[in-house]
């Protein structure tokens, strides 16, 4: 492995803390790490191979090792984290989400704050509420802040010099403080800090401040202002009461995570504890293929999930993380006070931590069900089979159907994360019939001698030609289509098709797309760079995935050839007779069922139905035939 060249520089690597860079030959990065001994942690790399397909595909792809020492561990979990989120190296774990769920935010960076919709946590001194899930609940939520405390919904910028209030105070969703004789700066900043208590799910401390502010103005007689107090703490209270709690409020503030891992990929559930509830819920996913140790996913997604965002005082995972010292000190780092994060082993902690855990299971099975688990269990086979970079996610074959050269056609399935996409079928008349020097020469690659003269070749169809002719013409339209390309090609035959078709891909620059063959009868698969075939267990999800792909190309393609051949029945017997269209044609096959029928037919027969000069055509021509 290439790795191994590396062994020298591996060797003079110091035992100090640090972040690793492992390079790609074109000069990428592709993974990044930190050790608390550098050299001991990357020379384990050496032994690793044969733990598992993603380590050896890791191993095959390395070129290039890069190391930054620094003074501590702690040092060290930032720099990976900054690295990772910068470089996006393919093969750190990613965390991916189905829905990008919307945020608000608080613009208190301006002087007269405003709620905004935000898809992305930004760097800042505006204040972030969410994710929120579904989705209309943060609209739902801003909207209650404008009703309730009436924060402004404008853009323009506020001066306290407008003439006079919009429409937004006539109908009482903004205090105005564009008008200083309506809303002083100071009311403005408190209705703004109440805003801030609703959207961070802080209801009983939002009623209490509430419930004091009313009534010191019901003290000064300011009855008005005291009624709309009193109607925004009513909603703020029923908001409370609507609260589903699953922990007492001795909780406080604190994230939960739940953890499960399988072969197709993984799933973490996250709870948001404000208060001693559960104000939200964080769903996440890792990608097939980059599973690794619970522990190794655990931790990686705590440095990415924090790498935005502040945590709270407590974070309670399901187990035991390596350097939860070191990543407990990054975040308390991060957040300017001290973060805990623990393992709870009994309580009503650990209760919620079994519930994160249950939450995640039934989302992994939700995203991962049996079958497509199954899916990326073959994908990642053939991944490892066939040496390819990447999980074939996307996989197209081919297949001709032909009967002695006759009425050739070709079809083309596409299989998309294991599931066959009917709407991205497509099928071909082949033009090239008979057999050509590609056609021999790919047989002879297949161990076969055509003959040199005789009936045979003159009716040999050609499928190696055939072959050549789809694969160019689909993938010439791909490239000016700019995609989508397939990770995997699969072509119905063995080694001679597999020729012709990486000729055409070569032909028009497109080499480096990976072909492989299927036989059948024996279900061997064919490659360009292995002399001998590759068989597979006879129950290999690999291989019943390639022959339930190999068979919906190949009904594909029969369902086409049928029809083609009966357009054919239809069309070189009458549409080629002289005065005979489509309406004469149609009376012809009414009147005597069938070709039979009109052959078997005398002219004043035929005359009777197409006239007699049209007869008189059909005649000749079915005497010539």
Not at 202 to 231: F, H, K, N, P, S
Not at 237 to 250: H, M, N, S, Y
Not at 381 to 388: A, D, E, M, P, V
Not at 603 to 614: F, H, M, N, S, Y
Request: net charge positive; aromatic share 6%; glycine share 8%.
């Amino acid at each position: 492995m290439p790795i191994h060249d590396l062994k020298e520089q591996i060797a003079r690597l110091p035992e100090q803390p640090g972040v690793y860079l492992w390079g790609n030959a074109a000069g990428e990065t592709i993974y990044v790490g930190k050790a608390r001994a550098l050299r001991d942690r990357v020379r384990s790399y050496t032994g690793a191979a044969g733990l598992s397909p993603r380590h050896d595909a890791l191993l095959d792809e390395i070129a290039s090792l890069e190391v930054i020492v620094t003074d501590s561990v702690m040092e060290a979990l930032a720099l990976e984290n900054n690295l990772i989120k910068q470089r996006r190296p393919k093969y750190n774990i990613l965390l991916r989400d189905d829905k990008n769920y919307p945020y608000l935010q608080l613009t208190t960076s301006e002087a007269c704050p405003r709620i905004l919709v935000a898809r992305r946590v930004e760097k800042g001194d505006d204040f972030y509420a969410g994710p929120f899930l579904p989705a209309k609940l943060a609209r739902k939520t801003m909207a209650l802040a404008h009703r309730l405390f009436g924060i402004r919904s404008c853009s323009e910028v506020i001066t306290g010099r407008r003439g006079r209030p919009c429409l937004e105070h006539d109908i009482k969703r903004c205090i105005a403080p564009c008008v200083a004789e309506i809303c002083s700066h100071e009311r403005y900043a408190a209705a703004v800090e109440n805003a801030k208590l609703l959207l961070a799910g802080r209801t009983g401390e939002l009623a209490d401040t509430l419930q004091a502010r009313m009534q010191q103005a019901a003290d000064a007689e300011r009855y008005e202002e005291a009624a709309q107090l009193r109607d925004a703490l009513r909603t703020v209270q029923t908001l409370r009461d609507r609260e589903q709690k699953v922990a007492t409020p001795e909780l406080g503030d604190r994230d939960v995570f739940g953890l499960k891992i399988g072969p197709s990929g993984g799933a973490i559930q996250l709870f948001a504890v404000r208060g001693g509830r559960v104000i939200e819920r964080v769903e996440l996913g890792v990608e097939p293929g980059l599973v690794r140790r619970e522990a190794e996913v655990l931790q990686a997604a705590l440095q990415e999930f924090y790498g935005d965002r502040v945590p709270p005082a407590d974070i309670h995972l399901p187990f035991e993380i390596e350097d939860a010292e070191a990543l407990g000190a990054w975040l308390s780092n991060r957040a300017g006070r001290r973060v805990r994060v623990t393992v709870p082993l009994r309580g009503d902690k650990r209760a919620l931590v079994e519930l994160a855990t249950r939450n995640a299971e039934l989302s992994y099975r939700t995203r991962f069900n049996e079958a497509t688990a199954a899916h990326f269990e073959a994908l990642e086979t053939l991944r490892s089979t066939l040496g390819l970079p990447a999980m074939p996610r996307r996989i197209e074959c081919f297949d001709i159907s032909t009967i002695q050269g006759s009425e050739t056609v070709a079809s083309m399935v596409v299989c998309d994360d294991g599931r066959m996409k009917k709407s991205e079928y497509r099928k071909f008349r082949i033009k090239g019939l008979r057999a050509s020097g590609l056609g021999r020469q790919a047989t002879r690659a297949q161990g076969q001698e055509p003959k040199a003269h005789g009936p045979t070749l003159r009716a040999l169809p050609d499928d190696f030609a055939a072959m050549r002719e789809v694969v160019q013409r689909r993938y010439r339209k791909v490239m000016e289509e700019g995609g989508p390309f397939p990770a995997l090609i699969v072509i119905d035959g063995g080694k001679g098709q597999v020729t012709a078709a990486y000729d055409a891909l070569e032909s028009i620059g497109l080499g480096n797309l990976v072909a492989v063959g299927i036989a059948k009868r024996e279900e061997l698969l064919f490659t360009r760079d292995r002399s001998e075939p590759i068989a597979l267990a006879e129950h290999d999800p690999a291989l019943l995935l390639l022959e339930r792909i190999r068979d919906e190309a190949h009904r594909f393609a029969v369902a086409f050839h049928r029809k083609a051949r009966s357009m054919r029945d239809l069309r070189s017997e009458l549409d080629t007779v002289p005065g005979i269209g489509p309406r004469r044609r149609r009376a012809l096959l009414t009147a005597f069922g069938s070709l039979a029928g009109v052959r078997r037919a005398t002219r004043e027969e035929l005359g009777a139905v197409i006239g007699p000069k049209a007869a008189a055509a059909a005649i000749d021509y079915f005497a010539k035939s």
